[in-house]
């Protein structure tokens, strides 16, 4: 049972370079999520995507880019990392059941470094 | 808006103490609520949940009644051990977003 797989587990990038972190569940849900989480900031809302071919924006969106090409895939892309971009990053996915929303499918999480 | 205010911590127990962690909701709606866990480098793990009002989620001794008088979904659990050491998150959905609380850190001491 993978659940949500995410890769790689931790990278510490130089500040300007790119990197694309990948989020891949097998639970044929709809609905996947990115978020980054910070002391004391709980979890906070990157992109999000409400089925294969659609992304849409969170709370904090910018300098990251995310495409969901394939239903079990969702990819965030840093163009330019910043060092406030050192974070823990989390993938999550969840779906529809008897009408009402699911809880949400988390992977155990990316840590980024930006130097 | 939505939103979720938890309990600040750090919240320190002694082994077989009751917790609570206060929990209040602001939600548009019927929302979800959930109690997640995360323990020390991991992802955040499904702790408990409740769909509607007066509903009652339970694992693992722990329980949180859906209030909706009251907005509130206050975790508790009768006896705490050390292996309950974790970061513990309030959350609801609804219309597809999460809103999560900021975490409230608990630390059970033998």
């Known amino acids: 049972n993978a659940g949500v797989t995410q890769t790689p587990k931790f990278r510490v990038l130089k500040t300007g370079q790119s990197m694309t972190l990948l989020c891949a569940q097998d639970?044929?849900?709809?609905?996947m999520y990115w978020y980054r989480q910070d002391p004391g900031m709980g979890l906070r809302l990157i992109h999000y995507?409400?089925?294969?071919?659609?992304?849409a924006k969170g709370e904090v969106p910018d300098g990251y880019n995310v495409s969901r090409l394939k239903k079990q895939n969702f990819l965030l892309g840093l163009e330019s990392a910043a060092p406030s971009q050192t974070s823990v990053y989390f993938c999550a996915s969840n779906q529809l059941w008897q009408g009402r929303e699911s809880e949400a499918f988390f992977g155990q999480g990316t840590r980024l470094t930006v130097v | 808006g939505n939103s979720v205010t938890q309990m600040e911590g750090p919240v320190t127990l002694s082994e077989e103490a009751f917790l609570t962690i206060n929990c209040t909701y602001t939600?548009?709606?019927?929302?979800?609520l959930f109690w997640y866990v995360q323990y020390p480098g991991e992802g955040l793990q499904l702790l408990l949940k409740?769909?509607?009002?007066?509903d009652k989620g339970s694992n693992k001794g722990f329980e949180a009644t859906y209030r909706k008088e009251t907005t509130s979904f206050h975790l508790e659990k009768g006896s705490v051990q050390v292996s309950d050491s974790a970061v513990y998150f309030c959350?609801?959905?609804?219309?597809?977003?999460?809103?999560f609380g900021t975490g409230t850190s608990l630390t059970v001491i033998p």
């Open positions: 995507s409400v089925g294969e071919g659609t992304t």
């Open positions: 409740a769909t509607k009002a007066d």
């Open positions: 639970m044929n849900h709809e609905y």
């Open positions: 939600a548009t709606g019927y929302p979800s």
């Open positions: 959350a609801l959905i609804t219309g597809n977003q999460f809103y």
